[in-house]
């Protein structure tokens, strides 16, 4: 499965765990609005580590931290 | 004047006129307690000379209050928000509470109320100075929470000399003011700084940002976790601070970085503090952990440190004086060091913290003990034995994670997992639920037969 898919299975996975109600996903979604807590981007990239094998936010040179759904795609697919 | 010898009260009608506290619908100004009260009529001999708790559910009217009680009672009890009744009841009891302060809004009848806002005018209180106790909550042990005493001299004891700032900072904390990393600032705020702006979880990231702004705050201080939703909130630049502090949770380089980035002007610090040992130190190297030089520092404000089996003890006049209640254990070492229980491992010329000892896991400011999410796990049919134990994640600081042993004979894991996380969703905060489940052959035990942890 590609990165893109993921994560983008990932969050609605996590929504549904966490009872949050997902905002339609696509590119510009701003992180913030899309339904999900720090607790369920945590819990997203603490899976993805295992899943993907990657942490980018430790391990990027890039400073600044993504704040679309988009952004943070592509700060995984960069880092994969 | 020592510190010990003024009240907060005095403090204000020393300091520059005009000042404020706000929240994000009200102002409180500090002027006004010159001539101003928020304490019921009468309510002074329940007060002057009393051990008195601070129950008080509202962040702003809590704050008033306490700069109200600071040198008329004896002994202030400060509660955080959201503390249980049936905890609230120990911690008076262990404390000697004579008084309880609770706001109209806390009240189940408002009668009851010792405290509201808006302040009303009123004659001041007509008793002697005394230097108050603080009596506050510590986090991170087992069992009922702690009590450590602090006075108003070890909550404002000096870092290292350092000029004032000119001018004035103007604080703004994601800290609540009732737990030590917000009081610090608040009186930080109220003993020599300018206006102070008081923010809630709650409150939506883009707005309170705006407000920060709109107010011209210059020094603001929160965890690594505060920061890192800031930074992914997309609206980080509607602030353009001076000061950006953090605190309470390990820092990284991803949230240095991206502050850095952030706001390019900015003095970025991060500093060590607990309730017990007071802050600690303060980093202005912009790199995460703490120069191994800090362990010789020695002069007027610094703390004394050293590593005693890898746990970082620490000795500065900001350490708190004791605990309070009858059985409770010495909160320092015979010579006066607070062993922080936090773990550091030196990498070149610098510590680095690497966690809790014992495993208590840190998830954005929460603290989880690791034994009691395993007792959820192992409670589970198919589960021999599991190990909880902190992963370190970019979000929260760390994550809960999980090791779990199947028993022989179950052979759908898939199932099991799910049947896991069902049992922790339903026994645990959700902050407490492990992210990642592992299934793994074996654990490692100690020669005693224990489970091996971290520290």
Known sequence: ?80 | MRPEHRSLREWLAAGEAGRVIRDATRVVALDDFAARSGLKAGAAPLIAGRNVMLAIEDQLTAAAALIELDGLARRIVVCPPGLDLASRAVIATNAGVETIVIDAETAADARTALYRLPLADAAPIDAPFIATEWALLTSGTSGPPKLAAHDLSTLTGVMAKAPPPNPAPRWATYYDIRRYGGMQILLRALTGGDSLTLTHASDPIETTLSRLNDSGVTHITGTPTHWRKVLMSGAARRIDPAYVRLSGEIVDDAVLNGLKSAYPRARIVHAYASTEAGVGFEVTDGEPGFPASLLDARGDGAVEMRIVDGSLHLRSRRTALRYIGGNSAPITTDDGFIDSGDMVERRGDRYFFTGRRGGVINVGGSKVHPEEVENVINAQPGVRISLVKARKNPITGAAVVADVVIQDGCADSDALRVRILDACRAGLAAYKVPMVIRFVPSLEMTPGGKLARLG
Do not use: W
Not at chain 1, 9 to 38: H, V
Not at chain 1, 39 to 56: M, Q, T, W, Y
């Open chain 1, 1 to 80: 499965m590609s990165i893109r898919l993921t994560i983008l299975e990932q969050l609605k996975q996590i929504a549904l765990e966490q009872k949050k109600s997902l905002a339609p996903l696509n590119d510009e979604l701003p992180l913030l609005e899309s339904g999900l807590d720090s607790l369920c981007f945590a819990i997203l990239v603490a899976r993805l580590e295992d899943v993907v094998g990657v942490d980018p936010f430790t391990t990027s040179e890039d400073a600044a931290f993504p704040s679309t759904v988009g952004e943070f795609i592509r700060f995984y697919e960069h880092a994969a």
